[in-house]
């Protein structure tokens, strides 16, 4: 027997053997060597079958460690790729929630500005339009209004308007405005 064959075929062809053994035993008596002879190789058939149960139980035991080492290695490389799998598929519902989210968050923005932004944007806008209206006007009626209150009151507004009072021959005042005023000499 060598340790290259297979343990079930050295099985066999023991229990092959003792049967021929055991055959031809029956077909012939014995005598006392045949006998003997017929002991020792019974015994050492026995021997046999009882290393090749051990070498049998030894190669399962190492075939039975290398299956469990695989299986719990393939349970490894399972675990991480399903770990691996859900990272993946929270990380895209996360993304899409943030999109969402994101949208949402601008849609409610543009809403806002429209109900309450639009609003005050819309009231400063009238506001700011109405103080230029208002003060166009107050430019226009204000040089208006000056001229008539001048014309009406010349004596109350000559000297603050730039003017002199100065009387005439017949004895009345009238309100004299220089265009081109004369130039005073030094001293006077």
């Not at 290259?4 to 229990?15: G, K, M, N, W």
């Not at 500005?113 to 639009?118: D, M, Q, S, T």
Request: glycine share 10%.
């Amino acid at each position: 027997m060598s340790g290259s064959t297979d343990p079930f075929l050295v099985l066999v062809d023991d229990i092959g053997a003792l049967r021929r053994q055991i055959e031809n035993l029956q077909r012939t008596s014995l005598d006392r060597d045949e006998a003997e002879h017929l002991n020792a190789t019974i015994a050492q058939s026995l021997d046999n079958m009882a290393q090749t149960g051990k070498r049998l139980e030894q190669r399962l035991e190492g075939q039975l460690q290398l299956a469990t080492a695989k299986t719990h290695r393939d349970a490894i490389e399972a675990a991480q790729s399903a770990a691996r799998g859900a990272i993946r598929e929270s990380h895209a519902e996360i993304l899409q929630t943030a999109k969402s989210l994101s949208q949402a968050a601008g849609e409610a923005r543009r809403e806002a500005w429209r109900w309450f932004g639009g609003f005050w944007v819309w009231l400063a806008s009238i506001g700011a339009a109405g103080a230029l209206i208002g003060a166009l006007a107050a430019f226009w009626i204000t040089g208006r209004g000056d001229a008539n209150a001048f014309g009406r009151y010349p004596s109350i507004y000559c000297t603050s308007a730039g003017g002199e009072i100065v009387p005439n021959r017949d004895g009345r005042r009238f309100c004299a405005i220089w265009v081109d005023p004369p130039t005073q000499q030094a001293g006077e």
